[in-house]
């Protein structure tokens, strides 16, 4: 006789996923009623967030920067708990004494450099790297890491490019002249980058962001040009975004989690000149998550996500923690922006993870 009986498929098994609290290791929260749009978004999921400093105008004080982190905390809804990590502009006249401030703060935990004109809110950034060098001496000496957008500004570099140009023409003497500056080479979209960082010494790590992880530049060109797709670092072609999932999945303290989530309204996006950045505080770890599912590597996701970041800051691993579900849910098609609008990654989409707790 047959007998029937319930089966635990393994499928079933993995269908709840439960990690340690994440931290974002690169966000851009804007500021004023945009901020408070956005800021929710992130703080349901991560802990904590380093918060980029390019607003308008920039942040490049250590008074600058406790300023903002007030007015981040005064707009965090009742009953959320998020902890602001922030960090100064990196300019041609930063001196080693706003370095000794901002480390002497507590509440400054890297600089940031933009060589000028790469990037959203860079005109006020770096023109020259040796005019900086009082301050990242400073930097070097007290541990202070430099976040880097890395890419090169000359005009005859092709956009595709100007990744792997800047380590060879930045990257490199910059290290030779200081191999003990702890760097984080942000958003890193290249074979090239993720090579550079995973042969280099302890001190250099990278962060990682979804869209580059789950995309390629067919995603933003390919029936159509879709401007939501439009970052900078710009996507790159298939090879590379496959050398960044291999580099998030394998496990290498090196590699954390950084989303850049970079929200412009939505109009400024469907424009004939339309700003660079995508919006994935949203939905941040629940496509990280299917990053590394696709890997096979989803018990490589809380490394990434939640302790190599920590590690490499020097501050303490989360305590809580949060639980995702394969669940199938619709990202809205755009949401409240300030008073404008704003469409997040995957508008209209399907996600197939959800967190629940
Ligand atoms: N990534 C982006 O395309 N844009 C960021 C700036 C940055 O991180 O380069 C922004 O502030 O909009
Ligand atoms: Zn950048
Ligand atoms: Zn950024």
């Known amino acids: 006789m047959v007998q029937f009986r319930p089966f635990i498929q393994p499928e079933t098994i993995m269908q709840q996923l439960t990690l340690t609290r994440p931290d974002d290791w690169h966000l851009h929260l804007r ?18 967030a380093i918060v980029m400093p390019n607003l308008r105008p920039p942040v490049t ?4 920067a406790l300023e903002y982190r007030a007015r981040i905390l005064a707009v965090l809804p009742q009953g959320m708990k998020f902890e ?7 300019t041609d006249n930063t001196s080693a004494e706003e370095i000794r401030k901002a480390k002497a703060s507590g509440a400054v935990h890297a600089v940031k450099l933009y060589p000028a004109g790469a990037t959203t809110n860079s005109d006020a950034g770096v023109t020259d790297l040796r005019k900086t060098y009082a301050a990242l001496e400073e930097m070097q000496r007290c541990g202070m ?44 979209t290249t074979k090239d980058a993720a090579q ?8 250099i790590a ?7 992880l789950l995309y390629n530049r067919n995603a933003m060109l ?77 018990d490589k996701l809380e490394g990434f996500a939640s302790f190599h970041g920590a590690d490499y800051y020097g501050l ?28 997040p990654l995957r508008a209209g989409e399907t996600m197939k993870w959800k967190l629940v707790g």
């Open 316 to 343: 303490p691993r989360n305590k809580e923690t949060i639980t995702l579900c394969k669940e199938e849910w619709q990202v809205p098609a755009s949401v409240e922006f300030g008073e404008h609008r704003l469409v």
């Open 145 to 188: 890491p430099l976040l880097v957008h890395g890419e090169a500004t000359d005009a005859a570099i092709d956009i595709f490019d100007r990744e792997a140009v800047f380590i060879e023409r930045v990257m490199q003497p910059l290290l030779k002249d200081m191999p003990n500056l702890r760097v984080v080479f942000e958003h890193i």
């Open 84 to 90: 602001p990590l922030m960090t100064l502009y990196l």
């Open 222 to 298: 390919v029936g159509g040009i879709r401007p939501h797709f439009y970052c900078l670092p710009i996507l790159k072609r298939e090879t590379h975004r496959e050398a960044l999932v291999k580099a998030a999945t394998s496990g290498s303290r090196k590699f954390f989690l950084g989303t850049d989530s970079a929200p412009h309204a939505q109009h400024t996006k469907e424009n004939a000149c339309g700003c660079a950045g995508c919006y994935s505080a949203h939905s941040a770890i629940e496509l990280y998550a299917e990053v590394f599912e696709a890997a096979g590597a989803l």
């Open 196 to 203: 550079f960082v995973m042969s280099a010494p302890d001190n």
């Open 206 to 212: 990278a962060t990682l962001t979804p869209q580059h």
């Open 61 to 64: 004080t250590t008074e600058q």
């Open 31 to 48: 500021d004023g009623a945009l901020m408070q749009s956005v800021l929710p978004d992130t703080a349901r999921q991560f802990a904590r």
